[in-house]
């Protein structure tokens, strides 16, 4: 934990929980053991769609569709979200949260490894939210900056690893020192990025909220 347990008390006591099939999907996700964003994570995220009303968003990273769910019912009725998923049981739970939630027409799932998908794609978006393997944020980054219009938004979730980010590479574990040095590359570039403005908010287990410039 990032913040104090306290204070992230509090501000969970303060967040309504999540009416419908959203909070069905919500409580199975957590019964499963599957990570979905952190409620004071998607308070913000709900708070940057209300503001941009973004009528294309991408996520890099579906999990069972929790977010992606989420994030359909703050988007203005043209809105569309395009989400990528690779594990194949995550897909097809997606899939049936989809259909549950009604949400088929507005949210296409894109299926496979994200680092070949987003070479693929075209267009520009208005919101990406980047929720996949934290390792591979800096190898997604390049596409990302393509596909993001200007003065859009990149929501980067989960960068600040529960704190070890901020741990020297000796005292993180050999297994995950790979994943150490390539957020703390990826939290750099997104600070210096000439077209880029970013924040890093100990929010949730760390958010990094860009605009393009």
Partial sequence: MITDERIVSYI???????????????????????????KETRELIRTMLLIRKPVRVL???TAVGFSAV?????????????TIEKWEPRIEQAKVNFHRAGEEDRI?????????????????WDLILMDAAKG?????????????????ILISDNVLQDGEVLDSRYVVTR??????SRMREYLYAL?????????????GDGVALSVRL
């Fill in 12 to 38: 969970h006591s303060l967040c309504a929980d999540e009416e419908g099939i959203a909070g069905v999907i919500e409580q199975e996700a957590v019964a499963d053991g599957v990570p979905i964003v952190r």
């Fill in 175 to 180: 297994r995950n020192r790979t994943i150490h």
């Fill in 136 to 152: 591979q944020y800096i190898h997604f980054l390049p596409d990302v900056l393509r596909l993001l219009e200007k003065g859009g």
């Fill in 59 to 61: 996520e890099v990273g």
């Fill in 108 to 124: 296409t799932l894109l299926e496979g490894d994200a680092a070949e998908i987003l070479g693929t794609l075209q267009g520009s």
């Fill in 191 to 203: 600070k210096h990025h000439p077209e880029l403005d970013t924040s890093i908010l100990p929010l």
């Fill in 70 to 82: 989420y994030m359909s019912r703050y988007l203005p009725p043209e809105g569309h979200i395009t």
